[in-house]
């Protein structure tokens, strides 16, 4: 099974900063990446899917690079409704494994 | 408009086996490529990806749980059933079924969750 690593677990940052979130495949995995945003009772919602291509209605300050092994998800101009949870997951093969999340809390 | 809603049981007992139905709308089982997945979630814990099934009834399993899972679908109810036998608490979750998309991007097709249902909350305990 690939293996996602996430880290940090978690990382604070203050509003309108700018983050990147980092995400490792345990082997290259082309552009097989798909990023999700989970806030506290809520069900994920996909924010990038194949590396970098942005989902309809999420705000472009939300972006996606990487290939390979190595991907980043990129939040510019941080807003309070950011401060939630993020997943990458790939499905390059089966299982589709998910990250372990990395947390993104207020500073 | 895209919607999924999971329906089972709140509360197992160990060892019994756990049904869940997702209940689908606003696109057919049928549809070239799209799917269902089940996810679960554990209290506080990461998002794990069980199983999915496709249009063309392709089926796959998580490596740990491939021993006690079945999916199954029902094109004519729009639904999808995951069975999972032989529950333990730490199988308690939060179980999430997921709209699957395949992005075809020259010939490279990429699967992404586009749809999540609200999810079920599903506690084992005698």
């Known amino acids: 099974d690939i293996q996602m690593t996430q880290s940090p677990s978690s990382l604070s940052a203050s509003v309108g900063d700018r983050v990147t979130i980092p995400c490792r495949a345990s082997q290259t995995i082309a552009s097989y990446v798909n990023w999700y945003q989970q806030r506290p009772g809520k069900p994920p919602k996909v924010l990038i899917y194949a590396a970098s291509n942005l989902q309809s209605g999420v705000p472009s300050r939300f972006s996606g690079s990487g290939s390979g092994t190595d991907f980043t998800l990129t939040i510019s101009n941080l807003q309070p409704e950011d401060f939630a949870t993020y997943y990458c997951?790939?499905?390059?093969?089966?299982?589709?494994?998910f990250g372990q999340g990395t947390k993104l809390e207020i500073k | 408009q895209v919607t999924l809603k999971e329906s089972g049981p709140v509360l197992v007992k160990p060892t019994e086996t756990l049904t869940l139905t997702c209940t689908v709308s606003g696109f057919s089982l049928t549809t070239a490529r799209t799917g269902v997945s089940w996810i679960r979630q554990p209290p506080g814990k990461a998002l794990e990806w069980l199983a999915h099934v496709f249009w063309d009834d392709e089926k796959s399993y998580t490596t740990s749980l491939k021993t006690r899972l079945t999916i199954s679908k029902d094109t004519s109810r729009s639904q999808v059933v995951l069975r999972l036998t032989n529950m333990d608490p730490v199988d308690t979750a939060t179980y999430y079924c997921?709209?699957?998309?395949?992005?075809?991007?020259?010939?490279?097709?990429?699967?992404?969750?586009?749809?999540w249902g609200q999810g079920t909350l599903v506690t084992v305990s005698s």
């Open positions: 997921a709209r699957l998309l395949i992005y075809d991007k020259g010939g490279y097709y990429l699967p992404y969750f586009d749809s």
């Open positions: 997951q790939q499905t390059y093969n089966t299982p589709h494994t």
